[in-house]
T-cell receptor
Framework: EAGVTQSPTHLIKTRGQQATLRCSPI?????VYWYQQALGLGLQFLLW???????NRGNFPPRFSGRQFPNYSSELNVNALELEDSALYLC?????????????FGPGTRLLVL | AQSVTQPDIHITVSEGASLELRCNYS??????LFWYVQSPGQGLQLLLK??????LVQGIKGFEAEFKRSQSSFNLRKPSVHWSDAAEYFC??????????FGTGTSLTVIP
């Protein structure tokens, strides 16, 4: 069974540009989560999507947005990139929307903003 | 809402020695607790999880963790560490809105 996949593995952008990160959940999983892991800041929750709807978002500005497609894959968009957006972005998926569901993580997309 | 803390930022052990990584939690009801491992530049891999029942949980790669309600702890253990265990270890618990709250992580160095 394939795990969570993310693309691209690395992304280099300049300040002010937009970045799009993609995630495919484990087959059968309906919930997708996005986390940011920036140096010195630990793992911070960004967004949760389930059944195509945004269910929760962390303490991030509106320029961080995303969506979930009918096949449950997801896209994270970061507009007006800032230097501090440089981080590893991790996607996770879970079988359902119960709070205690195990989250399985992908390998991440490393975003570098110059 | 649950939260977790990992008191140790960095731990160094000799290969073959035993390992214990600490995790303390705060909770409102029955806790759900997880341990993940992250190798350099990689995503997070689930080691084990506790939902209820047996307080000693077995995971992958020879790891185990013991839930102790009296101490509010969920420490990760391994009887004999291998060089490949060098990584960052995170304790986690689900919080409001399905977000996982992660500890700050413990970096493990294994010396030969």
């Amino acid at each position: 069974e394939a795990g969570v996949t993310q693309s691209p593995t690395h992304l280099i952008k300049t300040r002010g540009q937009q970045a799009t990160l993609r995630c495919s959940p484990i087959s059968g999983h309906t919930s997708v989560y996005w986390y940011q892991q920036a140096l010195g800041l630990g793992l911070q929750f960004l967004l949760w999507y389930d059944e195509g709807e945004e269910r929760n978002r962390g303490n991030f500005p509106p320029r961080f947005s995303g969506r979930q497609f009918p096949n449950y894959s997801s896209e994270l968009n970061v507009n007006a990139l800032e230097l501090e957006d440089s981080a590893l972005y991790l996607c996770a998926s879970s079988l359902g929307a119960q709070g205690q569901e195990t989250q399985y993580f992908g390998p991440g997309t490393r975003l570098l903003v110059l | 809402a649950q939260s977790v803390t990992q008191p140790d930022i960095h731990i160094t052990v000799s290969e073959g020695a035993s390992l214990e990584l600490r995790c303390n939690y705060s909770y409102g009801a029955t806790p759900y607790l997880f341990w993940y491992v992250q190798s350099p530049g990689q995503g997070l891999q689930l080691l084990l999880k506790y939902f209820s029942g047996d307080t000693l949980v077995q995971g992958i790669k020879g790891f185990e963790a013991e839930f102790k309600r009296s101490q509010s702890s969920f420490n990760l253990r391994k009887p004999s560490v291998h060089w490949s265990d060098a990584a960052e270890y995170f304790c986690a618990a689900p919080s409001t809105g399905n977000q996982f709250y992660f500890g700050t992580g413990t970096s493990l160095t294994v010396i030969p």
